[in-house]
């Protein structure tokens, strides 16, 4: 597989769990905690990032790795 193909499967991954973050609160009416509101944040990161990195802008395959170990480390 090759680089790009592991920062897609990355991304996809960070943008699966914030929609199925969305999908639990708005559609089945669940609230999430404040842990869950504060690992949102760096999947929306690693989101961006990604999608950066995917453009071709430097170090931003590194920065989205980054964010997604922030997201463990919570």
Request: proline share 4%; net charge positive.
């Amino acid at each position: 597989m090759t680089r790009n193909g592991w920062i897609l499967i990355a991304t996809l991954g960070s943008l699966a769990m914030i929609l199925g973050a969305w999908f639990f609160q708005y559609v089945m009416g669940l609230a999430p905690c404040q842990m869950c509101f504060w690992q949102r944040w760096p999947h929306m990161a690693a989101v961006v990032f990604g999608i950066a990195a995917l453009a071709g802008v430097p170090l931003m395959a590194w920065f989205g790795a980054l964010a997604a170990a922030t997201t463990s480390v919570l």
